[in-house]
């Protein structure tokens, strides 16, 4: 009896549902990979976000650097909690525009699934070491994170996502147009994820959630870090303006109280200018269904011409004052260098990889095959777990 209510308020609520025509609609989802149960209390979008969030994947990405390593201080942004950040971000943007929140969120907390350790660094280490394969493309690694790495369940491995949850993060940032992975190349053979096209609405306010969050906490990680200081971020006349309104309505506030207003009120821009300018494309193209955003030859979700310009004025003042100051750069040089170590000496010689990784090998090892394998083992270390690795095998005094 309580089962059979559950189950009809939820269909009920269903259908009560004010999504707008164009937003992704759960019961019209194109399903899963593998045959999988029906949840009478959550959506399948529900489902696909609660899997995310138990996985090991996304517990990892709280040891996993955003800008700082980890080992640098507590209180700066990781993977993790930039992730929270993303999602709570797009679910109040998918909310007032009336797209499916559960999707969006789920695709936020999965956006970043597949980052190496040490952020851009660790990227670049095993970009570099992975040139002659294809290089290094962390949306795959995500899909594989997804798709294969993390096993649940008896029947499949991976988390047997929704079509639209694993199509939103592999393309949040557009369509691809070269498969030049051969784990993506399989797998799409296998589940087409319309690579070619662009993703959902959902999927892109994912992507366009990432850039406020990271453009802001960075200003916030990086006037903690003491790498520039309130008078210097006025450099950014709209900075600038939103201090100086800020000082007359509360002077003589401290910089930790102004900080939050620059990036509180920044958050608050570009969201407003992204809602503005997304619901303005819709009505010029005409947009009534998911289908035709994807059909759009540009992104639906996008910033105002003036917003863009914003933001790349602060992208070059933190170029400038943070990402290439001497302590960032040393910190990189470290990280990248500890990534590119570890994939040379297991490359050498792959009896030094752990027996869990080196039971995946087949008996026949192409370099191909071996040098996957040690990508996806090192891309899936949190910062410290890069460190020690490293300390075990180049430090001769070390025990095993």
Request: glycine share 4%; with cysteine; proline share 2%.
């Amino acid at each position: 009896m309580v089962i059979d209510y559950i189950k009809n308020t939820l269909i009920e609520s269903e259908k009560n549902m004010t999504l707008a025509t164009y937003a992704t609609i759960s019961e019209n989802s194109r399903g899963r990979l593998y045959s999988d149960y029906n949840n009478i209390i959550r959506s399948p979008f529900q489902r696909d976000r609660d899997r995310l969030i138990h996985s090991s994947a996304f517990r990892r990405l709280d040891g996993k650097t955003q800008v700082f390593a980890y080992h640098e201080g507590k209180n700066y942004r990781t993977r993790l909690t930039h992730s929270i950040e993303v999602a709570q971000i797009t679910r109040t943007i998918c909310k007032k525009l009336n797209i499916n929140e559960d999707l969006g969120e789920a695709i936020a907390l999965a956006h970043d699934l597949g980052h190496a350790p040490f952020g851009h660094a660790g990227e670049r280490g095993l970009n570099n070491a992975m040139k002659k394969f294809g290089g290094f493309d962390h949306n795959v690694n995500s899909l594989k994170i997804m798709t294969k790495l993390e096993r649940h369940y008896p029947e499949f491995e991976g988390l047997n996502l929704c079509w639209e949850t694993l199509e939103g993060t592999i393309k949040h940032n557009g369509p691809i147009k070269k498969i030049r992975n051969s784990y993506l190349k399989e797998f799409n053979k296998k589940f087409d994820l319309e690579l070619g096209q662009y993703s959902s609405l959902e999927s892109q306010i994912a992507s366009f959630a990432d850039d406020i969050a990271y453009n802001n906490h960075d200003i916030d990680d990086g006037f903690r870090a003491g790498f520039f200081g309130i008078d210097t971020l006025k450099e950014l006349p709209f900075i600038a303006e939103i201090i100086n309104d800020f000082d007359k309505k509360h002077p003589h506030s401290p910089d930790n109280i102004r900080i939050y207003a620059i990036t509180r009120q920044l958050i608050a821009d570009m969201v407003f200018d992204l809602l503005e300018n997304t619901q303005n494309n819709i009505r010029k193209n005409n947009i009534s269904t998911s289908q035709d955003v994807r059909k759009q030859k540009q992104f639906t979700a996008d910033f105002s011409v003036q917003m863009h310009k914003k933001i790349k004025q602060l992208r070059e003042f933190l170029k400038k004052y943070f990402y290439t100051a001497y302590q960032v750069a040393r910190m990189d040089m470290k990280s990248q260098k500890i990534v590119e170590d570890l994939f040379a000496i297991f490359m050498n010689n792959h009896l030094l990889l752990p027996q869990d990784i080196r039971l995946q090998l087949p008996a026949k090892i192409t370099d191909e095959v071996l040098a996957e394998t040690i990508c996806t083992y090192i891309a899936n270390m949190t910062d410290m777990m890069a460190v020690e690795e490293h300390s075990k095998l180049f430090d001769t005094y070390r025990r095993f």
